[in-house]
């Protein structure tokens, strides 16, 4: 049996989610329906299958250096979509010569945006 990663749960302050489910329109994810058992307790975005639950939370913290990494294979395109919207990246060096950078989503999440994941392990 093979598992797969089906999706990432972040605390998110009520009053940024939509700012949130905004910034990760700029990354290829579109809201989809939350189970009626969790209406009004998270916000849900998908794109090919994965997702990003946005757990809303009245005080939430955010690690300093914990992120959820998503793979652009339009990389410049979104660095320009998220610059547009006033979001800096931060680039960084390539480890598996894929273009990398990091950007901090509304609630201050971390964000890794690369071009293509690193190889597959053998």
Do not use: K, N
Request: net charge negative.
């Amino acid at each position: 049996m093979s598992a797969a990663l089906h999706h990432v749960a972040l605390e998110t302050p009520r009053a940024r989610v939509d700012d949130c489910v905004a910034f990760f329109g700029l990354l290829g994810f579109a809201p989809v329906e939350v189970p009626d058992t969790l209406r009004g307790e998270s916000v849900w975005v998908e794109r090919g299958g994965q997702q990003i639950h946005l757990l809303l939370a009245d005080d939430a913290a955010v690690p300093p250096r914990a992120h959820v990494a998503v793979v652009c294979p339009d990389y410049e395109a979104t660095l320009e979509r998220l610059r547009a919207a006033g979001f800096e990246p931060a680039i960084r060096r390539e480890h598996w010569g894929s273009p990398r950078c990091f950007v901090d989503d509304p609630a201050g999440h971390r964000v890794e945006v690369m071009s293509f994941p690193p190889p597959r392990a053998a």
